[in-house]
């Protein structure tokens, strides 16, 4: 598994959540919610480690029940 070092500009979800000790999936809720700021090239995401920083000392934020992927399905 890919971990979490700060020398790096931008992280993948996988990285990203491994350092923030959450699940992907709340992730890309907060992405397609726009909560937090992403990089897309092509069908990946890449998450700026201010962003990652940022989500880990203010908390991460809950994503409103009616924006949640499943329910828009």
Known sequence: METFT???LLYSVNS???ALDCSRTIL???MKAGL???V???NERRIPVEEVQR???EGI?????????SELL
Do not use: E, H, M, N
């Open 61 to 69: 934020p809950s994503v409103p029940r009616a924006q949640k992927k």
């Open 6 to 8: 700060p020398d790096r």
């Open 40 to 42: 897309a090239f092509g």
């Open 55 to 57: 989500l880990a000392k």
């Open 28 to 30: 890309y809720d907060l």
């Open 16 to 18: 990203s959540a491994y």
């Open 36 to 38: 937090i700021k992403f």
